[in-house]
């Protein structure tokens, strides 16, 4: 048996509870062909990356299945492409994982995350230096203007100008 993955985009226009609908109906398209469902994931309502038509949002839904004959691959690609409540799909062959490697990847996921984050906070605390220098010159050229003011207001006290 191959493992595959579908990505298949429903248009915005339908609600989140037709969207559903639509997507057991993509699962008993594939059932109907032989393949069994293995990992399901509803990516939620997402931009998408270019406008298709007229549509610019739609939900993306992720399937891992397993097919013995890859020749009905192509009549699943073809009945999804012709639906019209299926804005894109897309099938690869892909390795099935096993639960630890799935826990590994998971877990240097959140490594990776937690890295992101630290330098993150890293980036901030600098930010937040060079801003505070920032603010520091600013008051000292107030501080410089200051003095000049003042000087410049007693040379104009102390003139025989004043009317």
Request: hydrophobic letters at 35%.
């Amino acid at each position: 048996m191959q493992n595959y993955e579908l990505l298949y985009i429903i248009p915005n226009q339908y609600t989140d509870d037709e969207a559903k609908k639509i997507k057991e109906k993509v699962d008993a398209i594939l059932k109907s062909f032989g393949a069994a469902l293995g990992i399901e994931e509803d990516m939620g309502k997402k931009k998408l990356a270019y406008p298709i038509g007229q549509v610019a949002h739609g939900y993306y839904f992720l399937n891992e299945f397993e097919l013995e004959d890859g020749t009905k691959l192509a009549e699943i690609n073809n009945n999804l492409r012709l639906d019209k409540e299926i804005l894109r799909a897309q099938i690869i062959v892909k390795q099935k994982l096993t639960p630890e490697q799935i826990e590994k990847a998971k877990k240097h996921e959140a490594a990776r995350n937690k890295m992101m984050k630290e330098a993150a906070e890293k980036e901030g605390t600098k930010q937040a230096a060079q801003e505070t220098a920032t603010h520091t010159a600013k008051t000292e050229d107030k501080k410089v203007n200051i003095k000049n003011l003042d000087e410049k207001l007693e040379e104009i006290l102390k003139s025989d100008d004043l009317v």
